[in-house]
């Protein structure tokens, strides 16, 4: 299970050089020039390559590769500099926010990265305004100004204390203003980033090729020369690909039989010994059900205050999951500060003749047909088992008749954010540790989930309320509420909450490191367990 023994760095770096010269002649080869790179596997491989254009998986490769104005060190989930050297609000109001740069910071191209391209970076997002992007997130930004080339400095339209929470994501991640255009979507492949790593090759959907970046100027210090990622289809040629030896790490996808399997009786060597080590974290993924307001069906309130009667969180974790999972009853999950079970307090436990009556109030006669959509390669191949329980849940209680669809995650996100779906299933990593990012990214006209939500009460009143709280754990009182507001509309179904599980080989360390308060992995803390 979880070694909360700090990461193993080279024993070569506590040596005198005189030292280090002989003891590498101790060993067959030349441990100086090994090539540490390691293999990361995943079943959630990026949508696109340009930031603009993504607000999805695709961000756990941003990371690596691009840099922003802060993020989250290990161990913390306050922002702190990363191509800033420092940052800051001005005003007792938090709505002028200012960042020095670092000195010397350039792109993978040579190019410079001033506060002009910091500038053009982030304003591109919102001129572009893509469908699948995080545009949403700069709402409450009104300007940027360049006082020089090292100072940038952010005007809200309104106090927003989780402003430096969104400068540390890969939402505002900063690209070469000769490489992406201001007014539109890179159309060249790669990349050309200012992070720990450059992207040398990248073939879509099967693998990205990372290298150190030897002039990266920022706090982290990478363990390893590079690392691959593969993506993979299904979790169980993931896991054969771990168990051969060909990756050194699986990050997304694992199954709860795997994980069970992984548990109980990982694979052994000749000797007996462990050969996949499997790592368990607090996760705070979320995964739920959205109603299209634009749906006959879905747009009834009656309808989804049934259905939401009528799910069985611990029956779905228990039969799909196996208790890999957590029941949810809210969009805020555990571990937030403000959490609560809204939705647990509103509707109770699972009860047919409650949801019946709520129908009956209603008008709502006969069995009502749902057709619920999922996607078929994005979050694991349990996926489809916990659409079937979802199904026999509903259609046991008399009450509904359910379809079950299913695509491709291209197609898939393409039909939800078109408005195609009347309900369908997502999940949900959390863009920075706080309340509001499972709150706000879902409601207004132009939400992450293609669905409009209009909720005076929520963007009006309690998102803003909740905003000026610099001291995040005073705002708890306005999630609650807001939680409450969402439990009674029930047009997002939180289901449930995911822990998160790394399977590794025996020599892989770093891996208690690597995952980032959002759950995205740093691929620089990972590094063999050194033999010296």
């Excluded at 940027?144 to 890969?170: G, N, Q």
């Excluded at 990248?202 to 002039?215: F, P, Q, S, V």
């Excluded at 439990?487 to 360390?509: F, I, M, N, T």
Aim: aromatic share 10%; charged share 25%.
């Amino acid at each position: 299970m979880f070694d909360r023994k700090g990461p193993l760095r080279s024993a070569a770096l506590l040596l005198p050089l005189a030292l280090l010269a002989s003891a590498c002649s101790a060993f067959s080869g030349d441990e100086a020039d090994a090539d540490h790179t390691l293999t990361v596997g995943t079943t959630s491989a990026p949508s696109v390559l340009d930031p603009a254009a993504a607000w999805d998986g695709s961000w756990e490769l941003y990371r690596n590769v691009y840099q922003t104005l802060l993020s989250f060190p290990s161990s913390s989930t306050s922002p702190e500099p990363e191509a800033a050297r420092a940052c800051g609000f001005t005003d007792a109001q938090s709505r002028v926010y200012r960042c020095t740069l670092r000195k010397g910071l350039t792109f993978s191209n040579g190019n410079k990265l001033d506060a002009a391209a910091v500038r053009h970076s982030i304003e591109r997002v919102r001129t572009i305004g893509a469908k699948s992007g995080p545009a949403a997130l700069l709402g409450s930004l009104d300007k940027i100004e360049t006082k020089d080339s090292r100072t940038v400095v952010f005007h809200l339209k309104r106090p927003d204390a989780t402003f430096p929470f969104i400068l540390s994501t890969p939402a505002t991640s900063l690209v070469d203003p000769a490489s992406y255009p201001r007014d539109a979507l890179r159309e060249k492949s790669g990349i050309v980033g200012s992070g720990p790593y450059t992207l040398h090759r990248y073939r879509k959907d099967d693998r990205a090729e990372l290298r150190r970046n030897g002039d990266y100027r920022g706090p982290i210090e990478a363990a390893n020369d590079g690392v691959t990622i593969r993506y993979f289809k299904r979790s169980t040629r993931m896991v054969s690909a771990l168990e051969r030896g060909d990756i050194d790490v699986t990050y997304r996808g694992l199954t709860p039989s795997q994980i069970t399997r992984f548990e109980n009786a990982g694979p052994k060597s000749a000797d007996g010994a462990e050969e996949i080590q499997l790592s368990e974290m607090v996760g705070t993924e979320i995964h739920y059900l959205v109603f299209n307001p634009r749906d006959p069906v879905a747009r009834k309130t009656a309808v989804r205050r049934a259905v939401a009667q009528l799910i069985d969180r611990k029956a779905l974790v228990r039969r799909v999951h196996y208790r890999t999972a957590d029941p949810l009853y809210s969009m805020v999950p555990g571990g937030i500060a403000g959490h609560t079970n809204a939705f647990l307090d509103v509707y109770g436990e699972p009860d047919v003749d409650k949801a019946r009556k709520t129908l009956d109030e209603a008008g709502v006669r006969g069995r009502t047909t749902l057709r619920l959509w999922y996607p078929t390669d994005r979050y694991g191949a349990a996926t489809k088992r916990e659409f079937e329980e979802i199904k026999r849940q509903l259609e046991e209680s008399k009450l509904f008749e359910v379809e079950l669809r299913g695509r491709p995650w291209d197609a898939f996100q393409k039909g939800y954010l078109d408005g195609e779906y009347p309900v369908f299933g997502r999940g949900w990593s959390a863009d920075f540790p706080d309340a509001d990012n499972y709150v706000a990214p879902f409601v207004g006209p132009d939400n992450a989930m293609g669905t409009p939500y209009a909720s005076p009460e929520l963007t009006e009143k309690l998102l803003p309320a909740s905003r000026k709280q610099s001291n995040r754990g005073a705002a708890g009182g306005a999630f609650k509420e807001a939680q409450r507001v969402l439990a009674e509309d029930a047009r997002l179904l939180p289901l449930w909450q995911g822990r998160l599980y790394l399977a590794s080989a025996k020599d892989v360390a770093g891996i208690e490191f690597s995952l980032d308060p959002a759950g995205i992995m740093r691929m620089w803390e990972l590094h063999e367990k050194s033999s010296w």
